[in-house]
């Protein structure tokens, strides 16, 4: 346990700070020439690479439409009714996001408009592992359909029977996803960004995924023509802002809940209590033992901080320092501390509100900046799939309107052809004038 006010400002930073990016010339170097095989040899080079890192060795890339329609019945009624309800709910929330077209004339005779038109096509990435990631799948995919992508593509690596796993199937379906390609890694985001003989590129690629992947986003996103990405990537993480009011076994499994997702994320406790960190801390120990990948979750949990503060204003200000992916609010009156929070992925409000909501089936979209980002990137939404542009159309009024201002901006710019290019206008108008005149 630490206590902030006890801190000078270097201590503080260095408490909130995660563990460094490693510089990794070998991962980059190793990534990269993956990314060249993939230029280099297209389908050839996913077959190999996907013998070589998942040990299955592929006839065909692309999943069967018939392997797609027959998902429902290969899974059991309780796990398609829990994918039929987030994806129902998913769907709702992110319909409600749909953008507004504008139309002003911001001059007489001179009419600007902004329009929004979905990407045409985007690849998703679901990574492979000891389970399926249906969630991932609904997160990305319904947003996509809802947004109207023409072209979805998602590419997971096979599992050790070279399928995809029943679920991620469903999911994919209900998204209206026709194109599942069963390829993972650095190899997939190359085949999305570069295309291959069976893989046409995409617009943008989304997704999570291991260091090798996340990697290969950030090298392929530097191509010139190349695709964008959702966002940067880092371990995952969560803060959680309680009072002595919070109920501490609810507390330890939310720290617990984002702990084991892997041995390098980030769990932190804030509070005002010193009561509620101790005992938070003993119920850690508990819950601990009940998991299924405790080991995980204890390497996570080993570097864990525990912060105690003067007030819940003082944890709001470590809250928005730190910046978390996830934001925990379990305090008396949590809808309160709502206008103070700035920087978060994603708040989740009150003790009925567990993270695991927003992973699964809440509605809200479980993709968000991490490491920080969430200064100044947004969670993942329905504008991540859509790009907006402008449209302006001038009368001859409008023209005429604006036109010395245009040409005066040009003049002291020395941009003389842009002058020309409206003054040539205006001594058309002005002649027409003066023969209608005549």
């Given amino acids: 346990m630490q206590t ?26 190793a990534v990269a020439e993956i990314i060249q095989q993939v230029a280099d040899n297209g389908d050839n080079a996913l077959r190999e690479l996907t013998a070589r890192f998942d040990g299955v060795e592929l006839s065909e890339l692309g999943l069967p439409a018939t392997e797609l ?12 009714a829990a994918i039929d309800t987030a994806y129902r709910n998913i769907h709702v929330f992110h319909s409600a996001q749909k953008p507004v077209d504008v139309k002003v004339e911001t001059a007489p005779g001179v009419v600007c408009e902004l329009k929004h038109a979905p990407l045409d096509s985007v690849g998703l990435y679901i990574p492979g592992g000891s389970a399926p990631l249906i969630s991932t799948v609904l997160m990305l995919g319904a947003t996509a359909q809802v947004a109207g992508c023409p072209r979805k593509v998602l590419c997971t690596p096979p599992n050790k029977q070279g399928q995809v796993p029943a679920e991620i199937r469903y999911a994919a379906s209900l998204c209206d996803i ?26 943008k690629i989304f997704g999570p995924g291991n260091s090798f992947v996340t990697e290969a986003k950030q090298q392929v996103s530097r191509i010139p023509a190349g695709p964008a990405i959702d966002m940067p990537a880092g371990p995952s993480e969560v ?18 809940s984002q702990a084991e997702h892997g041995a390098d994320s980030q769990a932190i406790l804030v509070s005002d209590s010193q009561t509620l960190l101790q005992a938070t801390e003993q119920e850690v120990a508990r819950q601990l033992a009940t998991l299924s990948r405790q080991e995980t979750a204890r390497k996570a949990m080993a570097h864990s901080r525990y912060i105690l503060t003067d007030s819940i204003d003082s944890a709001i200000e470590v809250s928005n320092q730190y910046a978390p992916e996830h934001l925990i609010v379990q305090v008396e009156d949590a809808q309160a501390c709502l206008p103070k929070l700035k920087n978060a992925g994603s708040i989740f409000v009150g003790q009925w509100s567990p993270e695991s909501a927003g992973d699964y089936a809440s509605g809200t979209n479980h993709v968000l900046p991490t490491y920080g980002y969430a200064r100044n990137y947004s969670s993942l939404g329905l504008a991540d799939f859509i790009r907006r ?16 201002a245009i040409m005066d901006l040009a003049q002291a710019e020395g941009l003389d052809a842009h002058k020309q290019a409206v003054a040539l206008r205006l001594e058309t108008l002005n002649g027409q004038q003066e023969q209608n005149n005549g």
Avoid: C
């Fill in 69 to 80: 329609a027959s998902a429902q019945r290969d899974i059991s009624e309780h796990v398609k």
């Fill in 239 to 256: 803060l959680v802002i309680a009072d002595s009011n919070a109920n501490p076994v609810f507390v330890a499994s939310d720290l617990l």
């Fill in 4 to 29: 902030w006010s006890g801190l000078n400002e270097g201590q503080q930073q260095a408490l909130l700070s995660r563990p460094a990016m490693a510089d990794n010339k070998a991962l980059s170097s």
């Fill in 178 to 203: 026709n194109e599942v390609y069963l390829v993972g890694g650095a190899q997939a985001i190359a085949a999305l960004a570069l295309g291959t003989e069976s893989i046409a590129k995409v617009d």
């Fill in 389 to 404: 542009y402008t449209v302006q159309e001038l009368s001859a009024s409008g023209l005429q309107n604006i036109g010395s």
